[in-house]
């Protein structure tokens, strides 16, 4: 048996926190109130065909109106930390000038949460820039970083006073690549080069507003979300397949791992670029500022992949959502390699349930990067969509859902076993929420949002994960 197999309550460190996730754009609505100007998802969803249903943010989980309710779930479910995302269109309506009654709303929300006894756990770029510095070029455009940095400040004025950790970016892969070259995401652009550039840049603004608030308080925990991957041949003695699995990894991990821990672009991956006719718009003193140390990684995880030179047999899964828009994938030299099913469970979204997985790139991780630079590592996101049923008394019985949170969690105090410096874990999501693409086909929540009456409901899960904050332990193992 391995160790994730238990029959008694697995205890989870005393200085492990236990939080939920979640992102300004996908719960708040109220996306043209108090000054709130449009970003670029409020544009994408207005695009025919871009949004499943043609769902937008407009609405969403009404949280702009309904956080105090949603603080309340919080407290009432007993989370330590809460993840969110500050809307930079709210806090900068054209993307320069700091907008008070947006800032206003942050603050209130950083208020209640102290008062439950929440840690706020701040991200300042959740996907959401300003449609007024995407007219100015967006992410490709080098100005896009240092106007980034300025926003930092303008949030660390109201919030630095109540707020300790914070985070750059969340996953920069998903900005530049869904964005700039598979389109699956806002602002929707399909060209190879614009997403390589928009990737330098979300690196140099993170090193930017690092450093803008490193300056203005020392103390603060600094650091970046990255979505990562584990990618696996799927024949560890065919070299093609080998191949694939390093160009996933240099594309997906290293790219951003490499400059942010070492202060360079990974060799490969620049080879395979050049090959292309492609490069990192990278200036004197750039890779620098990238490398600016931080305090804490954030980790999402959601699966891993594994990959070949050869189609599979089986039906492919597909993750993307469906859309004639997108054609291309998002890997810039990932032409020629296919993801193969494993048999594995798969949740709503066809992404593979494989808690392993996480526990391996965690002690990778840990290895390679953060331990050297001595920074503290979290899983910021982890989560799973499933087609919920609703029982004739509302109550929603995800046990799919349970199983998975018990199952990663697991997998996390596996990896702590192993020696890995991790600290917190966040299950994405609170609620069921705008699901980018997917509009709000895909729920994630612990809670289940009803979005006519907006009614949340806690599922099965949400009493799972209560239960295991309760006893400070996991759950033993069903058999
Ligand atoms: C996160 O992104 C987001 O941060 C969050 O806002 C979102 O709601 C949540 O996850 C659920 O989707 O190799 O082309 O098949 C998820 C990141 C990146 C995970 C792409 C799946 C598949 C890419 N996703 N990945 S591909």
Redesign the pocket.
């Known amino acids: 048996a391995s160790a994730s197999t238990h029959a008694s309550p697995r205890p989870i460190p005393a200085d492990f926190r236990l939080g939920v996730a979640t ?1 300004a754009y ?1 719960i708040e609505g109220a996306t043209h109130r108090d000054g709130r100007a449009d970003s670029i998802w409020d544009a994408f969803c207005r695009i025919p065909g871009a949004v499943v249903g043609g769902d937008s943010g407009e609405r969403a989980c009404e949280h702009y109106d309904r956080y105090r309710d949603d603080v309340a779930l919080m407290r009432e479910l007993g989370v330590q930390v809460y993840r969110f995302s500050t809307s930079w269109a709210r806090v900068q309506p054209d993307g320069r000038t700091a907008n008070a009654t947006g800032l206003d709303f942050y603050s209130r929300l950083v208020d209640d949460l102290l008062d439950a006894g929440i840690t706020p756990w701040l991200t300042l770029y ?2 959401d820039l300003p449609q007024a510095l995407q007219d100015a070029g967006g992410w490709p455009a080098r100005d896009t970083a240092l106007r980034f940095a300025d926003y930092a400040a303008d949030v660390h004025a109201v919030l630095g006073d109540r707020v300790t950790n914070w985070t750059s970016l ?2 920069p ?2 900005s530049a690549f ?1 964005g700039y070259l598979s389109g699956e995401h806002a602002p929707g652009i399909q060209n190879p080069q614009a997403s390589l550039d928009a990737a330098h840049h979300l690196l140099l603004g993170h090193g930017l507003a690092t450093q803008r608030l490193r300056a203005l308080d020392p103390a603060l925990s600094l650091g970046i979300t990255l ?1 990562m ?1 584990v990618a696996d041949p799927v024949d560890p003695q065919d070299a093609d397949d080998v191949d694939a699995a390093r160009r996933i990894d240099a594309q ?1 991990n290293r790219l951003f791992l490499d400059p942010i821990f070492r202060g360079a672009y990974p060799a490969d991956l620049l080879a395979d670029l050049d090959a292309r006719g492609l490069h990192l718009p990278v200036l004197d003193g750039d890779l620098a500022t990238i490398a600016t140390p931080i305090d804490a990684l954030g980790i ?1 995880y ?2 891993g ?1 594994a990959v070949s030179a050869r189609p599979p047999a089986e039906a492919p899964l597909s ?2 959502a469906p859309s004639e828009r997108v054609k291309l ?2 890997f810039p030299a990932g032409e020629g390699i296919f ?1 193969h099913p494993r048999g594995l469970p798969v949740t709503a ?1 066809e ?1 593979e349930v494989q808690p392993e997985g996480l526990t391996r790139l965690l002690v990778r991780i840990d290895e390679e990067y953060a331990r050297p630079a001595g920074v503290t590592l979290y899983v910021t ?1 982890n ?1 799973a969509a499933y087609t919920d049923e609703v029982g004739p008394d509302g109550s929603v019985d995800d046990v799919e859902r349970a199983e998975f949170l018990r199952l990663h969690l697991d997998a996390i105090l596996d990896a702590i076993e192993q020696g890995v410096n991790v600290k917190g874990y966040f299950y ?2 609170l609620m069921d ?1 705008f ?2 693409a997917w509009g709000y086909d895909k729920r ?1 929540g612990l809670v289940r949002v009803d979005y006519e009456t907006q009614v949340r409901t806690v599922k099965a899960s949400g009493r799972l994960y209560q239960a295991a904050i309760a006893a400070r332990s996991v759950p033993p193992t069903a058999d």
Do not use: I
Request: charged fraction near 15%.
């Open positions: 992102a996908q959740h996907w969340n996953e892969w998903c869904l979505n991957t997906h999402n959601y699966h992949d993750s993307a994938s998002p993801t979204m992404w996101e989560g994405w999501s929420n699901e980018w994630f």
